[in-house]
């Protein structure tokens, strides 16, 4: 059983106290030093004793403060059904090959869910200290300051993020992808972390990103961080965002950007 739905900014407040805390372990278990400690989907695919021990910390703590939500985590799955109360939707370390080589790229991800729509979340970079959060309706904020994405309207003059999934076969689609998207764009970046990448997007660091193949955990506090800078997220022909495809994009760059993506079949393959 759990009790009333708290307000957005209530659980907003709960998620980012509960994700700097996990930020600041993943960081001390990052200087400790880092080993992978197993594999996943692929052998490329691995998981950390942090990704794992940091999961433990978020949910042990979200427990402490809500005994009565149901978790999403990436390294230990489902508990607990949501049935009308908060969904806590948790990446410990999204951007884990970036935390295995010491790259200043990884972060803590954390979002609430009510009634299946994201309504709080929180993208913390735990090398940097660089946090974004936002609330459904009320804004996304990077460090105090309100954010509104790129202002850029040419589809050829734009810095488009992506990223790749772990299984081979689908990598080659997503490299074939890019190389036909490449001519028609400024540049590419690749920086190794989806909810940053989707932060990025929502702050103009980049002026859009896509990618097919993100999990809920990748995709829940960074989606709504960009959605509520102004961006369109979604994915192909009116779906939603989701494993299929996301596109985050200021409204004027959604369409061609959509456009190119659905004449390249981005959401194809395997
Ligand atoms: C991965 C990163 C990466 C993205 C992959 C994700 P992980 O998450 O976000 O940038 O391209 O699709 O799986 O494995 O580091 O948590």
Redesign the pocket.
Known sequence: MHGPVPAPQELLKIAVEVARAAATTAARMRAEGVSPVATKSTVT?VVTAADRAVEQQVVADLRRRRPGDAVLG?EYGEDGAAGGGVRWII?P?????NYLYGIPC?AVSLAAEVDGVVVAGVVRNAATGDEWTAVRGGGAYRDGRRLSGSTETELAQSLVAT????APARRQHQAAVLARLIPHVRDIRR?????I?LCRAAEGQVDAYY?K???AW?LAAGGLVATEAGLRVDGLTGRPAGPDLVIAAPPALFGPLHDRLADLDASGGP
Do not use: H, N, P
């Not at 990223?163 to 772990?166: H, L």
């Not at 920086?191 to 909810?195: D, N």
């Open positions: 695919d990436e990446d370390i999204d951007g884990t090959v990884y990223g790749f999934g772990y920086f190794g972390a989806a909810s990448d990618e193949g993100l999990a990748d």
